[in-house]
């Protein structure tokens, strides 16, 4: 099993970028797909989530109407669009594949926003 991150860097603030996720070694259409992030000294929190039809989508406020998860399951990939990003939403970003209780991780790309 694998999930491997990618799309993460440096950005001014107000800029964009698009984070992707790609699984291997499971059969992708069949879990939620989540992404989670962790600035330093903090917990680790939940910031958008799938379905697995993409029928429903979840946003943590603070980012509420910056985001936009999709996935496409041929490719077994889960998007994370984020723009009008502020220095705050610096963190390492994860994704994650979720059924039931069984949980699969990323190992994180790191999103940087300078002021």
């Known amino acids: 099993v694998q999930l491997v991150e990618s799309g993460g860097g440096l950005v001014q603030t107000g800029g964009s970028l698009r984070l992707s996720c790609t699984a291997s070694g499971f059969t992708f259409s069949s879990y939620v797909m989540r992404w989670y992030r962790q600035a330093p000294g903090k917990e680790r929190e939940l910031v958008a989530s799938?379905?697995?039809?993409?029928?429903?989508?979840y946003y943590v406020d603070s980012m509420k109407g910056r985001l936009t998860i999709s996935r496409d399951n041929a490719k077994n990939t889960v998007y994370l669009q984020m723009n009008s990003l502020k220095p705050e939403d610096t963190a390492v970003y994860y994704c994650?594949?979720?059924?039931?209780?069984?949980?699969?991780w990323g190992q994180g790309t790191q999103v940087t926003v300078s002021s």
């Open positions: 799938i379905s697995t039809t993409s029928s429903n989508t």
């Open positions: 994650s594949a979720r059924q039931g209780l069984l949980a699969y």
